[in-house]
């Protein structure tokens, strides 16, 4: 152990360094058999010096008092990139010290700092052979207790650089123009979607990046809106979530909003144009580097809103043919052809409906007027009329019906002016027309009741009663059986008594327990079926060679030579895919239908000829 030096006091002030430095206090203390040197420079130093030593790498090892225990072994691949590009940019820190029960010598040096590139350094040289074990390491050798003191202090010290410096960093490099994200990637230690990443956060609209410079917005909100290239989308989003109160800038609520303004190939008019002819008219998508595709379902963005647009439009133009077509031979003397709905959909809220033609005005059904009386009436009255045509929920080519143009002059034809209170000009039925509507439904609810017959001479005679409330009860549109004709279920009432009931007491626990193992056996014959299909499977995935064809009953399943199964003799050898051999294994039975195997077409051919089977001729 050195030996502690001697207590010095340090001046403090400029002052008193100066008379320290000054000829008559050298004299003095060499009068005194000091030291020359000022009593200042033999000081511990206010900031200790870094002596860095170069190590063999043969003779390092990892600390166990390495203060990063929690994913110390994070992207060591990229770290390894790196160094083999630039080399080893930063020492590493260690002690001093042999373990004899690890087989560390004298000469070892435990690094407590620096664990990361030491795994990386192991990597380069045991994996990739870049460097051998007498690769010099640079390290900073201190005591012990020293060491993991700076160990700590380096990752509690280290700050990580700014999102957007880094981002103009890598912008900067790439417009060089010899750089790829790959080889970005590679030079900087980054996987090259990482690289991808921060590219797409430079290039985001300048509001958007000062607001993440000043950390007006988190790391996380700037992905969000990076998760789309149309740098006008993201200044429109910010400008609406700057306005916001609530969630302002959170990733959740921009992406939310980022998706409502922009179509995806789940929207309806992607479904309509189709991925093939999007892509040849030059479309591309707007995939987002942050997020996995599960995110959206699977769906990609459209980067290009208007080639979509405009591939959507000559394709309704073109089949606009068929619709034109149905129109004029339904209503020969009233088609005038269709008005394209402004977005290009027919459905939708709000809906924008496209600009009138001169002399003529939308009539809408509502409440007070049905679509169906519209039609009725321009039939009627031969009224010249346009529809408006467009892309339906579906990804389908519709028109409206309830939205129809006419001239002015014909609207009240088609629609006629109701009188009445409020703008909705609705006039309600008077009594009379009240009257009739009731005894139609009296009529219609006898007719169910007079079709279920007589109670007369059953045990229902003198108990069963028709609900009384005739018009909250109706019969209801549903088959109680699927095997019976279509018909509904009219509500009937039976009277029993109190005794009666309780009379039934043991009766109805005897019924319930046999419900009940009825119901267990069909438990029980239906988990034996699906085991007797498990096993069958089983040992057919077991036979070798597998099974040519396989007859279940009448039908065929024959094997392709890519292993895929079909029922269609014609497909043999072809690659058409029609299922591999789990599409036909669910329906394998072994209860009420033979299973029989063949080891080639071949051998069931020679079966058919034979007269054995009944099938028909697969060849």
């Known amino acids: 152990m050195s030996a502690k030096p ?11 360094k100066a008379v320290a430095n000054s000829p008559r206090a050298a004299k003095a203390r060499a009068a005194a058999g000091a030291p020359k040197t000022p009593a200042l420079v033999t000081a511990s130093p206010a900031v200790p010096e870094t002596a860095v030593e170069l190590v063999r790498f043969a003779n390092l090892r990892r600390a166990p008092e390495n203060v990063r225990h929690i994913r110390a072994d994070e992207d060591i691949t990229p770290l390894a990139d790196d160094i083999a590009a630039h080399g080893l940019l930063q020492n590493l820190i260690g002690y001093r010290g ?37 690769y010099q390491v640079p390290v900073l050798i201190r005591p012990r207790a020293q060491a993991i003191e700076l160990s700590l202090s380096e990752n509690l010290a280290k700050r990580d650089m700014s999102p957007v410096d880094e981002c103009r960093a890598f912008a900067a490099l790439m417009e060089l123009g010899s750089n790829s994200p790959l080889d970005l990637a590679k030079r900087t230690g980054f996987t090259e979607k990482y690289v991808k990443q921060r590219l797409r956060l430079a290039a985001l609209a300048t509001d958007v990046l000062e607001a993440l410079g000043k950390r007006e917005i988190t790391l996380e909100s700037a992905m969000a809106y990076a998760s789309t290239e149309d740098r006008e989308l993201q200044a429109s989003v910010f400008k609406q ?42 479309g591309t998508y707007d995939d987002d580097l942050f997020s996995s595709a ?5 769906e990609r963005r459209i980067k290009d809103g208007a080639i979509l647009l405009a591939s959507a439009e000559r394709m309704i133009r073109f089949q606009a043919v068929r619709i034109e077509t149905e129109l004029a031979g339904e209503y020969p003397a009233c088609f005038e052809g269709y008005l394209l709905a402004p977005n290009l959909r027919v459905d939708g809220y709000p809906w924008k409906a496209p600009a009138a033609p001169k002399g003529m005005v939308m009539v809408d059904a509502d409440y007070s007027v049905r679509a169906d009386a519209i039609w009725k009436n321009i039939a009627r009255e031969s009224v010249a009329f346009k529809v408006v045509i467009g892309i339906d929920a579906k990804g389908e080519l519709a028109y409206l019906r309830d939205k129809i143009f006419v001239l002015k002059e014909d609207s009240a034809k088609v629609k006629p002016v109701t009188r009445g209170s409020g703008s909705s000009g609705y006039q309600p039925p008077s009594p009379e027309e009240q009257e009739k509507a009731r005894r139609a439904q009296e009529i219609d609810l006898k007719q169910w009741r007079l079709g279920a017959g007589s109670f007369a001479g059953t045990p229902f005679e003198g108990r069963a009663f028709w609900p009384s409330n005739s018009y909250g009860i109706r019969p209801v549109e549903a088959t109680y059986d699927p095997r019976m004709q279509d018909g509904r279920l009219v509500t ?5 008594t109190n005794a009666e009931h309780d009379a039934m007491r043991e009766e109805a626990e005897r019924r319930v327990e046999e419900d009940r193992a009825a119901a267990a056996e069909r438990a029980r014959a239906a988990a034996e079926a699906k085991l007797a299909r498990e096993e069958i499977v089983a040992q057919i995935m077991e036979m070798v060679p597998t099974p040519a064809v396989i ?32 599409g036909i294994a669910q329906l394998l039975h072994s209860d009420d239908e033979g299973i029989a195997y063949y080891a080639s077409i071949e051998a069931y051919r020679a079966t058919l000829s034979a007269g054995a089977l009944s099938d028909g001729d697969p060849s």
């Open 6 to 16: 001697a207590t010095v006091s340090k001046p403090r002030t400029r002052l008193e």
């Open 98 to 134: 042999e373990d004899m029960t690890l087989g560390a010598g004298p000469r070892t040096v435990w690094i407590v700092g620096g664990g990361r590139r030491l795994q990386a350094l192991d990597m380069l040289c045991d994996d990739r052979e870049l460097i051998d074990t007498d």
């Open 241 to 282: 979530q700057s306005k916001s109160t609530w969630e302002q800038h959170s990733p959740r609520r921009v992406m939310a909003d980022i998706s409502a303004a922009q179509a995806t190939t789940g929207s309806p008019i992607f479904k309509f144009v189709g991925a093939e002819i999007y892509e040849r008219d030059g």
């Open 294 to 298: 599960e995110t959206y379902s699977g």
């Open 492 to 496: 009937l009432q039976i009277y029993v």
């Open 551 to 582: 007859v279940l009953g009448e039908d065929a399943y024959y094997l392709r030579d890519d292993g895929q199964w079909t029922d269609d003799p014609a497909a043999i050898g072809e690659t058409k895919d029609l299922g591999d051999f789990a």
